[in-house]
């Protein structure tokens, strides 16, 4: 069963529109993704979810009835805010029971479910701070605490992670992770951050000028992605696109050559860890080298376009080194003039 | 620091001692004219024996404790009115997109550039027609609806990030209650500041009461006490001194408890 079904969603202002008729659906208890650059309405499909903003087209059903029309607070929904949205006169424990005050709980309840939720998040000491007085990490959880109490089961988060430091951001990307799966929360979740993606979702449904472009799983997008746009988007560096009038595909593999030959090819694509150096194959000059540690990434140029290599050692490789890549026939994606994929 | 930046430091070191100087003068002149006999008052001699009988004589001469009461009920008619309905226009401006806000709001800024002292004439006009000349709520009723605090709320609404109102609103927070739990809360150093300054002005406020007021019952400090100077009565400086520090007592040991208040509060609020 789906927690969350939209249907043809669109939003306009004025003239501009934010989404485009939109169409997912979200599975009950289920980690969904809302992914794409600023711009491209995952916030604004968000806060139409939460009732925040208003439905120019479509409908919204949540836990099987038609929200649309139905104001925010009786949606079903909790929210969790980029920037916390904490109430700074009040302290931690303050925070995590206006709602329950609003909705008037026993004070009995009320102090128990506040135990319980801050319990969980590990708040428990700093109940009586003021939100000045804590740490960003323990904003979030104070944020995280406040949509627990609130017993709803769906849960929206709009960049949530986005004002953390990096280290900070890994550790609170598992633990919301591990709340949502312990908690039994269907989750919706938005982020440009192709990273928090990939690690936390169960499904991404990727965006771009207020229409999707891509659902599926986090390997499914990777794996096969549908466009440019989706190859590009996902992994790090991104995926190398080459058009093939840049490049001299005399020199490529005689394999590779003959799947090129369809005319209906515009670009072709590879990851950068599935390009090898070898002794025959596209000719390029190294222009820079990233050491990371566990990889290396060569930044190598071609009739001066620029692509990416990745190197999971540290071959010796210097600056200028003039070689030859190659790379398998599986590995490579082809895309058309209008930069979708084509099935070979 | 350099030599130069020293001598630039002292100079307006020295310069605000000066104008300190000045400023605190008829105070520190008040003063020491109450607390001596009339003739003693004007030859500052330092060994002059120093008196209580100027208070006394003061307090009996004019019904003080009466004008005390009158201001104290005006002030606490004026403000409580002010910030009540000053919350809920500046929560309209805010938050609500009707028609014509922008009208209302450059009307109510209009009104700020208004000296009240114009309106006077039409004031008494209106109060006398309602019937209300002589009495408290008339006396406090012109200044009501203040655009001062109206525009200062306003700005500090503003500041609000919109997220707490969403959140609140999804936690099932009805408007008036997002106004109440989140806005006047947050806006509290405005709400702070303004009062000061409001206490403060109305109750130093003379001409409209004094054109407004006919009788003990309704006449404040101020009119009173300039009644009581009436040159025709012939000025008594050492008793006109002690009942000036009588008026002005409440408000200045206010000022001494609240002085980091009063300046910071004003700091917080600056204008947006």
Known sequence: ?344 | MTYRNRIQTSVELIGAYILAGFWILPLLYAFWAAFHSSSDAMHFDIFSPLTLDNFREAWSQAPFARFSLNTFLLVSFILPGQLLISTLAAYAFVRFKFTGANVAFALVLVQLMITPEILIVQNYVTLSKLSLVDTISGMGLPYIASAFCIFLLRQAFKSIPKELEDAAELEGCSTMGILWKVYVPLATPTYIAFSLVSVSHHWNNFLWPLIISNSVETRPLTVGLGIFAAPESGVEWSILSAATLMSVAPLLIAFLIFQKQFVQSFMQAGIK
């Not at chain 1, 309405?41 to 038609?66: A, F, P, R, W, Y």
């Not at chain 1, 708040?123 to 017993?151: C, F, H, M, W, Y």
């Not at chain 1, 515009?266 to 390029?284: C, D, Q, T, W, Y």
């Open chain 1, 1 to 344: 069963m789906s927690a969350i079904e939209v249907k043809n969603l669109s939003r306009s202002y004025g003239d501009i529109d934010a989404v485009k008729d939109v169409s997912f659906t979200v599975p009950e208890k289920s980690f969904t993704v809302l992914l794409g650059p600023s711009g491209c309405g995952k916030s604004t499909i968000l806060k139409m979810l939460s009732g925040l903003e208003q439905v120019s087209h479509g409908t919204i059903n949540i836990g099987g009835s038609d929200v649309t029309e139905i104001e925010a607070s009786k949606r079903g929904v909790s929210m969790v805010f980029q920037s916390y949205a904490l109430f700074p006169h009040l302290n931690v424990k303050e925070n995590i029971q206006f709602g329950l005050k609003v909705r008037k709980v026993p004070a009995e309840e009320r102090e128990k479910k506040v135990a319980e939720a801050a319990r969980v998040v590990g708040l428990t000491e700093l109940l009586d701070r003021k939100p000045a007085n804590l740490s960003g990490g323990q904003r979030q959880r104070v944020a995280l605490a406040r949509s627990i109490v609130s017993d709803q089961t769906v849960c929206l988060m709009d960049e949530p992670l986005s004002n953390l430091d990096s280290k900070l951001r890994a550790e609170m990307r598992d633990e919301i992770r591990d709340l949502q799966k312990r908690l039994g929360l269907t989750v919706v979740y938005v982020t440009h951050d192709q990273v928090e993606a990939m690690s936390m979702a169960d499904q991404i449904i990727l965006l771009r000028l207020g229409e999707i472009v891509q659902v599926g799983a986090p390997e499914e997008i990777y794996n096969s992605p549908n466009s440019v746009f989706s190859a590009q988007f996902i992994g790090l560096p991104p995926m190398n696109v080459l058009n093939l009038n840049d490049i001299d595909t005399s020199t490529l593999d005689s394999k590779i050559k003959s799947a090129l030959e369809s005319s209906s090819i515009k670009n072709i694509g590879v990851r950068p860890e599935h390009l090898m150096f070898s002794k025959k194959g596209l000719p390029a000059t190294v222009k820079s080298i990233d050491y990371f540690g566990g990889e290396t990434v060569f930044k190598l140029t071609h009739q001066e376009k620029d692509f990416f290599l990745r190197e999971p050692r540290q071959p010796k490789i210097q600056l200028g080194d003039e070689l030859c890549v190659s790379w398998n026939l599986d590995d490579m994606y082809l895309f058309d003039k209008n930069d979708q994929r084509l099935k070979s």
